[in-house]
T-cell receptor, first 114, second 110 residues
Framework: DAMVIQNPRYQVTQFGKPVTLSCSQT?????MYWYQQKSSQAPKLLFH???????NEADTPDNFQSRRPNTSFCFLDIRSPGLGDAAMYLC?????????????FGQGTRLTVV | DAKTTQPTSMDCAEGRAANLPCNHS???????VYWYRQIHSQGPQYIIH???NNETNEMASLIITEDRKSSTLILPHATLRDTAVYYC???????????FGTGTSLTVIP
């Protein structure tokens, strides 16, 4: 059963046209992450939510925003996509607790900018 | 930021053990070592984790050196479906961020 669901799997957007990617989870995890993965590169953490607290990575461009309206859903908004934003976007979740914490990843959304 | 160093790529014959090394010489006492793998065009998948002791599960074994500065992931009988990029991650217990290093691209050869 899918636990971290990303929709759509493939997204095509026009240069400069805002786009939103969505992520939902059935795990009731309090931490949700967004990663960007460009071709042949490792996933790069953009930001994460700890409950409702938003934590941005220092080098994440302002063009990327996120919303988490409730525990189950998290959105990635790209305000003005450029050609360099074409990538796989991965959502992940984890449960904050002492010791071992596993992160569960969705299958990703592959974004193409035309 | 990533705190691990891994070889860029490795090959392994099908049916043989695949031994993937990871260097994490700056690891702190409260940081766990995690291994994930990513099969082409899929999300990363958890494999195994450890703190000090060697660990084994149904997928793999993890050998951590006594000084904890390096570790080795062992896939005991590699199959073609094990072809993937393998990431070694160190992460503080209870910490929230997972930072990926460059990973090792493992190719299992028939």
């Amino acid at each position: 059963d899918a636990m971290v669901i990303q929709n759509p799997r493939y997204q095509v957007t026009q240069f400069g046209k805002p786009v939103t990617l969505s992520c939902s989870q059935t795990l009731n995890h309090n931490v949700m992450y967004w990663y960007q993965q460009k071709s042949s590169q490792a996933p790069k953490l953009l930001f994460h939510y700890y409950d409702k607290d938003f934590n941005n990575e220092a080098d994440t461009p302002d063009n990327f925003q996120s919303r988490r309206p409730n525990t189950s859903f998290c959105f990635l908004d790209i305000r003005s996509p450029g050609l360099g934003d074409a990538a796989m976007y991965l959502c992940a979740t984890s449960r904050d607790r002492p010791g071992f914490t596993e992160a569960f990843f969705g299958q990703g959304t592959r974004l193409t900018v035309v | 930021d990533a705190k691990t160093t891994q070889p860029t790529s490795m090959d392994c014959a099908e049916g043989r053990a695949a031994n993937l090394p990871c260097n994490h010489s700056t690891i702190s006492g409260n940081e766990y070592v995690y291994w994930y793998r990513q099969i082409h065009s899929q999300g990363p998948q958890y494999i195994i984790h450890g703190l000090k002791n060697n660990e084994t599960n149904e997928m793999a074994s993890l050998i951590i050196t006594e000084d904890r500065k390096s570790s080795t992931l062992i896939l005991p009988h590699a199959t073609l479906r094990d072809t993937a990029v393998y990431y070694c991650i160190v992460r503080v217990a209870g910490g929230n961020q997972f930072y990926f290093g460059t990973g090792t691209s493992l190719t299992v050869i028939p």
